[in-house]
C-alpha cells in the first residue's frame, strides 16, 4: 500500500501553465547523487544526528531517535510529496517522519504513523512540546514503501494516501501559527524504538507551488 497525504493536484512537475513555460517545482531531489554517510547535501542542514544517501534514499546514519533535518522551501503553501518506508509499532519501530510547516527545531508540523502504528496523525510541535492535532485510523505495514504528499493551502491541510483522502483539517487557533509566513521549511525527522525490522527511508522528495 502506498501513502500519499494530499489530494486535489494540479500541474505536476514540468506541467505547463497557461501554455507558457513549464512550471518547475520548488524542490526535486531524488538522492541519486551518490551515497554519502555524511550528508544529504548542501541544501540541507541537520538539527540532530548524522544524515546522508544509501541506494539513492535519504537516511539517518547516525540511527539517533528524533533526528531532524530540513531544508528551506520559499514558500507555505504548496504540495510536498516523498516516498517512506520503516517499521512501526510501540516495541520496534523505525518510523519515517515528514515535516512541514516549519519555522525551527521547535515549531513545526509533522505527518506519519503514531507510535502505537493505529494512526495516521498529523502532530505538532510547539516550543519543543509535541502534541496531536488530528488523527485517523490506519495501520503501516513494515517495510511498504508509501507515497505521501501533503496539500498546504493557509489554514487548511489535506493528507491522502494513495490518492484517498484521509484527513482534511483546519487549524485554528493558536495552532494558525504555522500558517504563517516564515514556516516554510520541509524535512524529515526519524522515530525509533527497540530493534526494527527494516530501516527507515525516505526518498523522491517534491515540493510544487500551488
Known amino acids: 500500500m502506498q501513502l500519499g497525504i494530499g489530494v486535489g493536484i494540479g500541474a505536476g512537475s514540468g506541467a505547463v501553465s497557461g501554455g507558457g513555460a513549464p512550471v518547475l517545482p520548488l524542490i526535486s531531489d531524488t538522492f541519486s547523487g551518490g551515497d554519502s554517510t555524511t550528508t544529504l547535501g548542501a541544501s540541507y542542514t541537520s538539527d540532530f544526528g548524522t544524515w546522508g544517501v544509501i541506494s539513492g534514499k535519504a537516511y539517518c546514519v547516525s540511527d539517533a531517535s528524533g533526528a531532524i533535518v530540513s531544508r528551506e522551501a520559499g514558500a507555505v503553501n504548496y504540495r510536498l510529496s516523498f516516498k517512506v518506508s520503516g517499521s512501526y509499532g510501540s516495541t520496534n519501530r523505525s518510523n519515517p517522519l515528514i515535516i512541514f510547516r516549519r519555522l525551527d527545531a521547535s515549531n513545526f508540523l509533522q505527518v506519519g504513523a503514531n507510535a502505537a502504528n493505529t494512526s495516521l496523525e498529523i502532530q505538532k510541535r510547539d516550543a519543543g512540546a509535541f502534541s496531536s492535532v488530528v488523527t485517523t485510523p490506519l495501520v503501516f505495514t513494515n517495510g511498504q514503501e508509501y507515497s505521501v504528499s501533503i496539500v498546504c493551502n493557509d489554514v487548511q491541510i489535506t493528507v491522502s494516501i494513495d490518492g484517498v483522502q484521509r484527513l482534511t483539517h483546519t487549524l485554528a487557533g493558536g495552532n494558525t ?34
Open 177 to 210: 501559527k504555522y500558517a504563517g509566513a516564515t514556516y516554510t521549511k520541509v524535512g524529515m525527522r526519524f522515530d525509533k524504538a527497540g530493534t526494527p525490522v527494516t530501516p527507515a527511508r525516505w526518498d523522491d522528495l517534491i515540493v510544487e507551488s500551488l
